[in-house]
């Protein structure tokens, strides 16, 4: 009674699986990446002696630019996390993680 003899219904379920488990990869580095970017820019006030100039501005733009470079971060490892066995996907690899955090870097954020 309930069978799928095309097999087509087998692979939709896997294709849907694994996009979801894409997805949450991607939120999980977004909001690791938020927390990340919000402590930094705080720490960086603070060791500089400018902690009175933190506001809710600078810590809203820290906290969206930290969670955009988690996402593309954790969305390109996954990405190539299966094909990451060989030196050209490997050196693939290095480059998309260089180029999306190169884009990221107009923050202003990051702690030197």
């Avoid at 902690?51 to 190539?80: E, P, R, Y």
Wanted: glycine share 18%.
């Amino acid at each position: 009674m309930y069978n799928d003899p095309s097999g087509e219904l087998f692979f939709a379920f896997l294709a849907a699986w694994g996009l979801s488990a894409l997805w949450a990869t991607v939120a999980t580095g977004a909001i690791i990446g938020a927390a990340v970017e919000l402590a930094a820019y705080t720490a960086n006030l603070a060791i500089t002696g400018n902690l009175g100039m933190w506001n809710l501005g600078g810590a809203l733009k820290a906290t969206f630019f930290g969670a955009v470079s988690g996402a593309a971060a954790a969305g390109i490892g996954s990405i190539f996390e299966a094909g990451a066995r060989t030196l050209g996907s490997a050196l693939l690899l290095a480059g998309a993680h260089g180029i999306s955090q190169g884009i990221g870097t107009g923050s202003g954020t990051e702690v030197c």
